[in-house]
Antibody, heavy 122, light 105 residues
Framework: EVQLLESGGALVQPGGSLRLSCAAS????????MSWVRQAPGKGLEWVSS????????DYGDSVKGRFLISKDNSEITLYLQMHGLRAEDTAVYYC???????????????WGPGTLVAVSS | DIQLTQSPSTLSASVGDRVAISCRAS??????LAWYQQKPGRAPNLLIY???NLESGVPSRFSGSGSGTEFTLTISSLQPDDFATYYC????????FGQGTKVEF
């Protein structure tokens, strides 16, 4: 059974930094692309960032480009999201996502973790 | 950027109803479209991928159709567990979600 468990969410001041982690199990992590998706309170889903299985393909949404960094450690079986320059509008639940089968980037989001809350406020 | 517009935003229905949710893309995306169900306080759950393929374990009352720019998610007979918010998503160019359709009683 695929399991994804996010951690690292916290209350942080504007301009601060935070690193989210996603521990994966139940599948061969090195063979799958992964993503982060966020959802602000009461709002819809917003794609944040994606990384290909081997890490050679990386993409960011416009709202986080230049501030967030995605990485994938295939030896530790963990996905990361390093966030810098956090803003109030980054407040959201952040979901770790495993892509389905297929060729990156044309792949759906097959499995989701339960999410971790990031709150940016002074 | 590819935009997705869902309609309606809210849908009032009853158990046993046939329900259809529309998703329109701002440019052609072939069949690179998925549908997700989300319940309050929970992560989304994949229902349909590649426009019409039913994800394993998803009840057969859910179906997807369409290609190009027009897509539809259909629930053939609405069940109590189906009251939720539904999102379409394109993965032709990056990834974009529709704004969501809330199916309520």
């Amino acid at each position: 059974e695929v399991q994804l468990l996010e951690s690292g969410g916290a209350l942080v001041q504007p301009g601060g930094s935070l690193r989210l982690s996603c521990a994966a199990s139940g599948f061969t992590f090195r063979l799958y692309a992964m993503s982060w998706v966020r959802q602000a309170p009461g709002k819809g889903l917003e794609w944040v960032s994606s990384i290909s299985a081997g890490g050679d393909g990386i993409d960011y949404g416009d709202s986080v480009k230049g501030r967030f960094l995605i990485s994938k450690d295939n030896s530790e079986i963990t996905l990361y999201l390093q966030m810098h320059g956090l803003r109030a509008e980054d407040t959201a639940v952040y979901y770790c996502v495993k892509h389905g089968d297929g060729n990156y980037p044309n792949v759906d989001f097959q499995h989701w973790g339960p999410g971790t809350l990031v709150a940016v406020s002074s | 950027d590819i935009q997705l517009t869902q309609s309606p935003s809210t849908l009032s229905a009853s158990v046993g109803d046939r329900v259809a949710i529309s998703c329109r893309a701002s440019q052609t995306i072939a069949a690179w479209l998925a549908w997700y169900q989300q319940k309050p306080g929970r992560a989304p759950n994949l229902l349909i991928y590649n426009a019409s393929n039913l994800e394993s374990g998803v009840p057969s009352r859910f179906s997807g159709s369409g290609s190009g720019t027009e897509f539809t998610l259909t629930i053939s007979s609405l069940q109590p567990d189906d009251f939720a918010t539904y999102y379409c998503q394109q993965y032709k160019t990056y990834w974009t979600f529709g704004q969501g359709t809330k199916v309520e009683f």
